[in-house]
């Protein structure tokens, strides 16, 4: 069984920034994600990280730049540090974890997900 804890959301002025924490235990994951969803619309890939020794990242396009996906390989953990926060970037933000070698960007590429971790950024 995979456990997906996640931490470090909460509410935020425009500008400022977060880092939001997931950490897994259980059976050996290949590629940790982060998705998004806000109210009233459809889970959005946020960026992805691959367990493998090279760690290669993937973004989505609006976020590069702002959004950081790392790991520590030795505590199990992923991190997603949020900087220059915008009010759009509202929404429940859930960790995302796969057997898979090379990480997708599509909600169905992954089997294990977490509960998720409100982020509010205020205007």
């Known amino acids: 069984q995979v456990q997906l804890d996640e931490s470090g959301g909460g509410l935020v002025q425009a500008g400022g920034s977060l880092r939001l924490s997931c950490a897994a235990s259980?059976?050996?994951?290949?590629?940790m994600a982060w998705f998004r969803q806000a109210p009233g619309k459809e889970r959005e890939f946020v960026a992805a990280i691959s367990w493998s020794r090279s760690g290669n990242t993937y973004y989505a396009d609006s976020l590069k730049g702002r959004f950081t996906i790392s790991r520590d390989n030795a505590k199990n953990t992923v991190y997603l540090q949020m900087n220059n926060l915008k009010p759009e970037d509202t929404a429940v933000y859930y960790c995302?974890?796969?057997?898979?070698?090379?990480?997708?960007?599509?909600?169905?590429?992954?089997?294990?997900w977490g509960q998720g971790t409100q982020v509010t950024v205020s205007s």
């Open positions: 995302a974890a796969d057997q898979a070698y090379y990480p997708g960007t599509q909600v169905d590429n992954y089997t294990y």
């Open positions: 259980g059976r050996t994951l290949y590629s």
